[in-house]
Structure formats: structure tokens, C-alpha cells
């Protein structure tokens, strides 16, 4: 296994620790702002869980997680093809081995792209393969391709075309595509489109499976709550395979992931914090000589000063900003850095104002 990559930025951190005002850590895109009081509230009527929950989801959380693919994402999709996850890092981890794929068999991940996919693919034994564009992919022992969109770390958002490009490439080489859906909510400069809309497959979910977490959209990152959708084969597959290794979302937070799904108000909300936390740090860092790429969706931005990654998380880190360096995400990054805005609002004023002096 590569070294854990966040490891690495611990002398940094120890520098922006430093600061006098104290650190304004940009570097992880956790979230900061409350659980939603609906969602608490679920999680506490359902606190006296003693059995066994299901693997699969209660009914009624598979009929929220299929109503809201139908209402949110445009994908008509049954009960049977929805699967309830452990955080969805834990299924990009396991999914190659999961699927039973080994040694001979290929991943393809973008090559600016969250570490996971790598060592999902180690951890199986496969041979990790990066790509430019998707359909440029080698084929020879392909079986898994990894698509994110929007893109963490870049926030680019594929199109329309892209998508369709992309699954008609795949089924004709028999590869099944996995999409890393987990920002969809955050658009910003573009409206994010799931490889299970209808424009983009033709109706047919065959060969796709896509993911999608809870964890910004509903600050629930601690409940680790996320689900998968799409193929019914693959889906029915994976779930043959939970079952046995006892991967269960726990019944509570199950609950709690069906009220977060039925509810709009709290997704806006969140919104709005994000979009006037992105404006901030997205202007003073402009200001303060940086270039800003893509990042037209997502919790980040993707930014440069022209130089190596690491000079600049150093520079940062000594203002007492920690930002993620961007080789973390593959040697194309080497001269970017990511930011996340999941800071509360005092922290981002701290870095702004450090920014502009």
C-alpha cells in the first residue's frame, strides 16, 4: 500500500497549528455545520434498535433511496437495484474485490482522482490504470472503470456527451463503469448529470452502477451513510457478497438516512452556507495571485500559484492556512493545491483576511 497520503501534510499542519490565530485547516473537506435536527430526530426514535438490521435496507429506506434517484437525479430505478452503504469510501475500497476481480484484471481511474480508487484496486489485486479521457482507456484486462463527476479534487463536471460517450464506449468493451456521484448536489457554475439519467444510457441501467453519499449534501459524514444504484445484476451481486461479510448500514442510522432524503430544506440551507463560503475564499485567493481551475462544482478548489504543490502548502501553512497538496491526487497535480471550503464561517473570515495581508 502507498503511504496514507494525509500523513504526509503533518509537518504543514504542525506549522499552520502554530499561527497565532490559530489554524484555518482547508485541507479536508469534512463538514462542520450541524446534523439537520430531522435527521437527529430519526436517528433517536430508531436509538432502541436491538436485532439485526438488513443488508439491504428496510423497505422503506430502498423506497427513499429509489424515490429520490427518480425525483433528483432523473433515473427511473426499482427497489431491488438500490443498496444501502457503509460511507461510500468503504465500497470504492472493496468494490474490485467485492466483484471478485484479481490479478490480470484492470481499473481505470481519471488520473487526477481520489486516492481510494488506487488502493481499492490494490487491495484486489488488481493493476491500478489511469486515464486522460475515459474512452482513452486501455482495455486489454479492463473490467472497472471509475468515473467522478464532479471531480474531487479538480470539481470538473463531465457533460451530457461525455457521459453518453463514456457508456457507449464501456458496454462496447464490456466494462462496467462506476460512477462517483457524491458531489451531485453541489453545482455551481454547471448542473452535475448522473450516468443513470436516461439522456446519458438510453434507458438502461446495464453495466452502471452509480454511488452517491450523504455525508455533504446532510452533513452526515459521521453516520457513514451512502448508498449505491443502478445495474440490478451487479447490485443483487453485491449484496449476495455484504451479506456474508456482514456489511450493514445500522438500523438507526438507516432511519435517518430515509428523513434526509425526503427532505429538501435542510439540502438548501447547506447550500447557501457552501456558496457564500466558496465566494469568500474563492475571491481572496484570486486576489492573492492564485489561478483557479475548473471547480465548477464540488466542496473545493482546485488552484495554483505556478508552482510545486508543496511550496505552496508551505507558504500557506505558514499564514496558518492548511490546504491539501495537489500530488495527492496524482503526479498531474503536482502543481496545484486543493481547498476545501468546509470551514465554518469565522474560519474562512480568518483566511481571507490572512490572504489579503
Not at 446534523?35 to 423506497?63: H, I, M, N
Not at 424515490?67 to 470504492?92: D, F
Not at 443513470?196 to 438502461?204: A, F
Not at 492548511?322 to 474562512?348: C, M, N, Q, S, W
Request: aromatic share 6%; charged share 25%.
Amino acid at each position: 500500500m502507498p503511504q496514507f497520503p494525509w500523513d504526509r501534510l503533518e509537518p504543514a499542519k504542525a506549522v499552520a497549528a502554530a499561527h497565532p490565530g490559530g489554524i484555518v485547516d482547508l485541507s479536508v473537506g469534512t463538514p462542520v455545520d450541524p446534523v439537520p435536527e430531522l435527521v437527529q430526530g430519526a436517528l433517536r426514535a430508531a436509538s432502541d434498535s436491538p436485532g439485526y438490521p438488513l443488508t439491504a435496507g428496510t423497505p422503506q429506506l430502498r423506497e427513499a433511496l429509489a424515490e429520490w434517484l427518480r425525483r433528483r437525479v432523473g433515473a427511473e430505478i426499482g427497489t431491488a437495484a438500490v443498496l444501502p452503504l457503509v460511507g461510500s469510501k468503504e465500497l470504492v475500497a472493496w468494490l474490485p474485490t467485492q466483484l471478485g476481480l484479481g490479478r490480470g484484471d484492470a481499473v481505470a481511474l481519471p488520473e487526477l482522482a481520489y486516492p481510494t480508487y488506487d488502493v481499492g484496486a490494490r487491495l484486489a489485486g488488481c493493476e491500478p490504470r489511469t486515464y486522460r479521457e475515459p474512452w482513452e482507456a486501455d482495455t486489454a484486462g479492463l473490467k472497472l472503470l471509475w468515473l467522478n463527476s464532479p471531480s474531487n479534487p479538480t470539481g470538473r463536471v463531465l457533460t451530457k456527451d461525455e457521459l453518453a460517450r463514456t457508456v457507449e464506449w464501456a458496454r462496447e468493451h464490456g466494462v462496467l463503469v462506476v460512477s462517483d456521484e457524491c458531489y451531485i448536489e453541489l453545482g455551481w457554475d454547471a448542473e452535475p448529470l448522473s450516468v443513470l439519467h436516461p439522456s446519458v444510457n438510453g434507458g438502461s441501467h446495464e453495466g452502471l452502477l452509480a454511488l452517491h453519499s450523504l455525508s455533504k449534501r446532510s452533513n452526515l459524514a459521521g453516520y457513514r451513510a451512502a448508498f449505491a444504484a443502478g445495474d440490478e445484476r451487479v447490485v443483487r451481486e453485491l449484496l449476495e457478497v455484504r451479506k456474508h461479510g456482514g456489511m450493514i448500514v445500522p438500523r438507526p442510522v438507516q432511519d435517518a438516512m430515509a428523513a434526509a432524503l425526503g427532505d429538501t430544506v435542510h439540502v438548501d440551507e447547506q447550500r447557501a452556507r457552501y456558496a457564500q463560503r466558496r465566494a469568500a475564499l474563492r475571491t481572496a485567493f484570486l486576489k492573492a495571485g492564485f489561478t483557479i481551475d475548473h471547480s465548477e462544482a464540488s466542496l473545493y478548489l482546485w488552484a495554483s500559484r505556478g508552482e510545486s504543490c508543496w511550496d505552496t502548502v508551505n507558504r500557506l501553512a505558514e499564514q496558518g492556512i492548511l490546504v491539501a497538496p495537489g500530488e495527492f491526487y496524482g503526479p498531474k497535480g503536482d502543481r496545484h493545491v486543493r481547498i476545501a471550503f468546509t470551514a465554518t464561517d469565522e474560519r474562512v473570515r480568518a483566511a481571507v483576511d490572512r490572504l489579503a495581508g
